[in-house]
């Protein structure tokens, strides 16, 4: 079945994400820290309940990870881009290093989905903990900004930054790892 709650909340969460790129563009802080946290509660849900209530599709397992990528790209990308009304951003260099990380792991997943048993190649558990910290500092840069960024907290954001790049660089070493072993001839 392709048309399930899941994939629904998952649809969604694509079609909201022009709207968070345009209150993210425009300065408007709070309503991009609402979109954000809607996607972010939406990428939680649709994975619990295709779980929970067997509503597992190919449709979700391409369109999840898709909307992933999709909604982080365009998050990076708009707060690495040097804007007066955002005091905290995301480094150039983050963002350039997390978004190739995802364009190497979705062409490997485009080889593997092709060539290969894509079971062989799910979401590792460090990828979702990458994708998990990516989130978690988006959010903070983006309440930041819409706060301003005072208060002790705003000395974490440069860490979590630092952290991005070190399991992003971790994730991508070992997805490409588990990539050239699941090619392997047996």
Not at 72 to 85: D, H, I
Not at 92 to 97: K, T
């Amino acid at each position: 079945m392709v048309i399930t709650f899941p994939n629904i909340l998952t649809f969604l969460r694509i079609c909201a994400i022009p709207f968070f790129a345009i209150a993210v563009w425009y300065g408007r802080t709070a309503e991009a820290c609402v979109l954000f946290a809607c996607a972010g509660l939406t990428d939680l849900l649709d994975g619990w309940i295709a779980r929970r209530f067997n509503q597992k599709s190919t449709l979700g397992a391409i369109l999840d990870p898709a909307a992933d990528k999709l909604l982080m790209t365009t998050a990076f990308v708009l707060l690495a881009f040097p804007r007066e009304a955002y005091a905290v951003r995301v480094p150039a260099w983050v963002a350039i290093l997390a978004i190739s990380r995802d364009v190497l792991i979705s062409l490997v997943a485009l080889v593997a989905y092709e060539r290969l048993d894509p079971s062989k190649f799910a979401p590792s558990w460090l990828g979702k903990a990458t994708t998990f910290v990516e989130l978690v500092a988006i959010s903070l840069a983006l309440l930041l900004n819409h706060l301003g960024p005072r208060g002790w907290y705003r000395y974490l954001v440069p860490w979590i930054f630092y952290l991005i790049a070190a399991m992003v660089i971790a994730s991508g070493v070992h997805y490409f790892f588990r990539a050239t072993h699941v090619a392997e001839p047996t």
